[in-house]
């Protein structure tokens, strides 16, 4: 085994070797460095756009790496439900498996606390040295992705089965990592039909204590809606990143919509978090209305407001003041947010899927301790089930919990379970 000395500079070469490789490459980097550890193997395996599977990134030349396909059959995909590998990325965990002749340690690869997918080690033996160098490994893997993401189509693709329609690549595009938060505040959201998405999306962002929230819903679902909810995540920023409030971030995506796309309307909910007192403030503009869920129940109507018009309903609507509510928090207090396509979501024969239902599950997901990435993607893969596999509308759901007792999570646990 190498020494720490060694082992340090062996880390050090590698991110410097990460900024000049192709993306194509990095797969062949990290198994480099691997092998120069004393493991057998690494494999960095990424979660698909849906989060149903975890794809190997692929070395150039594979069968993968030649079609450009993925899904059900890719050689080497694992599901994320019912496997070691999946265990690792829905608890954000380590698991291990061991054979006859070696041991396979599955690690999570995060991006602040974004699932990414899972590095996949294998090796003769662990022990407290080696575990904590296949830690720094996957760290590291996960970093030099990340990296990579913005200007490489290889990795994205790794986490596509098929091809996006342009709206929903336009709608992608301007989207967030679907995770943040620190140890006060997280917030998670998904949106499907993934590949199709239309009308939909969702903002967030973290500034100076306070945690910005941000969906919207526009008309249609062709690439004019994709343009106009594209132009509404814009807007929002601008403003908000030019010291506007709510009602500012409000007026200026009203605007650009009757500028720039007139006669489509758009619905949204804007929202901010004081993330050390917990006031929650928030404009609706023709949206349903976010729900409160404190402990096991929601607190019915506790954040219903009279409605208020949509957005980009032209210049004889121009300049209308917004009512910025407000709602104090409590420690723990969940708030979602959800398009209507979540709860009109319906089966074939007519069964709607509801708000009873969609609380019902976050308030389970919340008593069974699972966080709020994990709620969120079990959630609406029910939801597509309910629609048997096809939404007629857009869904989305943003799912924000303020815990500003929660400590920053513990460093250096040797724990290696075993089950999954």
Known sequence: MVEDAEFGSLLAALLEQTHHTDPGHLPDLVERAAREVGLRRARIFLADVQQHLLVPLASPGSEHERTGRLGSGVEGALAVDG???????????????????????????????????????????LDTTLLKRCRALADLSALAVISKTEYSDIIVQTARSRPMSLAAEMVWA?????TLGTNRVTSSAVLEPAYEIGGDAFDHSLRDGHLHLAVVDAMGHDLASG????????GCRHARRAGEG????????????????????????FADLDLDCGQLTWINCGHPPPLLIRGQHVISGALQRPSELPLGLGHQHAGIRRTVHTAQLEPGDRVLIHTDGVTEAHSPDGDYFGEQRLTDHIVRATAAGEKAPEALRRLIHTILEHQHGRLDDDATILLAEWHPRDEPAATGTTGLPADA
Request: charged residues 20%; negative net charge.
């Open 83 to 125: 496997t070691l590998a999946g265990w690792a990325y829905r608890t954000v965990s380590m698991r291990l498996s061991q054979s006859e002749k070696s041991l396979t340690l599955w690690l999570p690869l995060v991006d602040g606390i974004e699932r990414m997918g899972v590095l996949e080690v294998v090796s003769d033996y």
């Open 174 to 178: 301007f989207l967030p990592p679907r």
């Open 227 to 234: 343009l106009s909810s594209a132009v509404a995540i814009a």
């Open 246 to 269: 709510l009602d500012g971030i409000a007026a200026t995506v009203d605007e650009a919509l009757v500028r720039w796309i007139p006669d489509r309307l758009l619905t949204a909910v």
